[in-house]
C-alpha cells in the first residue's frame, strides 16, 4: 500500500472530523488501513488460539509437549542416521523422522538439478528428435500429480520385481528385488581418518593453486590446465594416502539369510520410488527454467564471444552461463522449495519422514494433535527458511561475480 | 480492499467453530440434522465396505445403523466418514463423526490421553499374523528377519514392536496406510506377514483369489477389545451408544429377532416389555421415543444376527462366535439388566 508521490495532493481539506480529514489524506489513510488489518490479523488469531483452547478444555486436554521425553514405543527399520529402537522416545523418532526428510531432499535437490539441467540443454537441442522427445518427456511428467509418480514407482518397483529369494544378481554383490537394491556397504576400518584428513588437505591446497593460478594468468596470460592439476591433486594425494595406511576399508556384501538379504546396504523400494519421482517431477520444471534462462542471454553476446575467438565450451562458461544463472537461479530456489515440501507425500508409501512419524504415528499413539502439528510446522518453516537463505546467498554471489 | 471479504468469512468459519465444537447436544445435533456421522473405517470386508450401489455394509456399520435405528427412527439415515488408523480419533473429537465405530481397540491411553468415551466391547479380538504357506512357517517365533507390513497408528503396531523386542527377534516393519494397501503390498511380496486384529486378517483373506494358501499362525499375541467410542463431555449421548449395543446382546438373550420382534410386544417378560418400551419410559429417560429398542431390532437385528450375517460361518469370512458368545453360552457377551 504505497502511497503515490504527493505532487497531485489535493488542498487541505478542513471540513469534518479529524479522522474524516485523516481518512481523506492519501497517506495517512493508508497507514490507518495498514494498523486496522495487522488489528484484524492479529485479532483472529487470537480467535483461533482462544478457539483451539477452548475445545481442547471441552474434551479435558491440556496442551503440553512432555510426551516427546515418553517412549515411542513403535518401530522404525529406516533409520540411516540414528540408532533407533522402539524403546526410544517420540523425540528421537522426530529425529529419525527428520533425517528421512532431509535424506530425500537432499538426494533429491542433487539428482532433480542434474537432470533439469541435462534435460533443459537438451530441449536447446539443434537435433530435432531429441529436443521433441525431451520436450514430450517433459510435458508428460510436469502435468501428471508428483504423488501418481511416486504411487507408479513404487507399484512397478514393488509388484514387477521379484521376491528377495529370486532376486536379480547384478554381477557377484548386487542384487535387485521387489524388497529393494540391495549393494555393498563400505566399512570404514582403523586409519582411515588419516584418508579423509589427506582428502581435505588436498582440497585446501587445490583452493590456493587456483588462486595462484589466477593471478600468473592475470598477470603474465599463461593458463594452466587447472580442472586436470586439481584432479591429479585430489586422486594421487587420497590415493595415496590410501596406500600408505594400509588400504583400511573392507565391504560389507549382502547375502541371502531366511526371508531377506543381510548386510550390505539396502535402497528400499520406498526410498527409491520418492526419491526418483520427486527428482524427475521437479526436474522437468528445472529444464523449463534452465531453457529459458539460456535463451534470456542475447544471441549477440554469444557471436561476440566468438568473434573475440573463443572456443565454443568457453563461450558457454565464461559468457552463456554466468548470465543464464542470474536468471535461473530464483526460480531454481522456489523449486527445491517445492521438493522439500512435496517430500511429504512420503507418507502415501510408508517412507517414515517428519509427517510420518511424529506428525503420523507419535500423533496417533498419544493423541496430541495440536502439539505434533506444531512442531511439524515448525520444522519444514525452517527447512524452507534455510533453502531460501542458501539460494539468497548464491544468487548474491553470483550477481558479483558476474558483474 | 479485496481482502475483506475472505477475513469476514474466515472470521464467521473460526466463529461457527466454536459452536459446533461444543460438546453437549449431540442428540439435538443429529436430529436437526437428520441423519448419524459415524466414522468407519475406508474398508474392511464384512466389518464396513460399500457394495456396488456404494451403500454402506457391515458389522461396524450395522451398529452405526441401528443407533440410527434408535435416534432417528430409520436405519438407513447414516453418513459414513471414512477414517484410516490415524485419523479416526481426530475426526471424532473434530466432531467430524457422532460416534465411532470402527474395529477400534479399547486401551488406556485411549480412553485417558486421547480423551475418548468407550461403552462396553462389541467384538473381542486379538492380533495374528497372516503368512503364505508357501513360506513354510508354523510359528509367529520363526519370523525373525521379515518383513511386516503393519497398519501405522494402530495398537497393532505397537503389539508388533513388543511381541519382537521381547522375543529377541527382528524384522523390517513395511509402514501402510489403509487395509487395502496392507492387502496389496501382502499380495505383491513386499511383506512376508501382514498383521492385525485376527478378524481383519480373516476379512482379508476372503478377499484373496487363493484363500487356502494363506494361514493365520497361532499366537495371538494381545488383546484387541473393540468396541464404539464418542467424546467426552455429552453424558446423554453416551449413554445412548452404550444402550444400543446392549439392547442388542439382551435381544439376542432373551430370543427377540428381527422377525419376531412385533409377537415379542405382548410377551409375558417384563424385561421384554421394557426392552421394546411397552412397559415403563426407558425410551423418555435417554431422551429417545418409546420404541428406539424396538427399532434397533426391527431395522437391524439383534447381535447374533448382525454377527451371522456379516462375519458368521456362513459368510466367505468365516468367524466362529468364539469370544463373541454370548455368556450363557460361555462366550463373553453380556448386558446388564433393562431395569
Ligand atoms: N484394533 C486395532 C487395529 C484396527 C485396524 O486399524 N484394523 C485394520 C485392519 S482390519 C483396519 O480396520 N483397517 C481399516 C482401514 O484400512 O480403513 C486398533 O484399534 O488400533
New interface residues.
Partial sequence: MNSTPATTAPPVDTSGNVITRLWRHEESRSVIIQIVTMVVLFALLALAARNVAINLEAIGKEFSFDFLWSTAAYDITFSPFIEYTSRDTHMRAMWVGIGNTLLVAVCGIILASILGFLMGVMRLSKNWLVSRIVYCVIEFTRNVPVLLHILLIHGVIVTTLPPPKQAIPLGEHFFISNRGFFVPAPVFEEGFWLVVMAFIAAIVAIVFFKRWAKKVQDATGKIYPVFWISLGLLVGFTGLMFLLTGMPLSWDFPVLKGFNYKGGMALRPEFLALWLALSYYTASFIAEIVRGGIISVSHGQTEAARALGLRQNRVLQLVVVPQALRVIIPPLASQYLNLTKNSSLAIAIGYMDVVATIGGISLMQTGKEMETMSIVIVIYLIFSLTISAIMNWFNRRMKLVAR | ?K?KPT?IL??AT??L??TS???AGTLEDVQKRGSLNCVVSTGVPGFAYTDESGEWHGFDVDFCRATAAAVLGDAKKIKAVTST??TR??LL?SAEGDVLWRNTTITF??DV???LRFHGVNYYDGQGFLVSKD?GVNSAKE?????VCIQ??TTT??N???Y??ANGMK???????TNDEGRQ?YL???C?VYTTDASGLAATRSTFTDPANHIILPEIISKEPLGPAT???DDQWSDIVTWVYYATVTAEEKGVTQANVDEMKSSKDPEILRLLGVEGNQGEELGLPADWAYQIIKQVGNYGEIFDRNIGPNTPIGLERGLNALWTEGGLQYSPPFR
Fill in positions: 480492499m481482502f477475513l474466515s472470521a473460526l466463529a467453530g466454536i465444537g461444543a460438546q488408523g490415524k480419533f481426530t473429537n491411553s485411549r490421553g486421547v480423551k513360506l519370523l525373525d528377519g521379515a518383513s501405522t497408528g503396531e505397537l508388533l514392536a513388543d519382537f523386542f524384522y523390517e516393519a513395511v509402514p501402510i496406510e503390498n505383491a511380496g513386499r512376508d467424546r467426552h463431555g
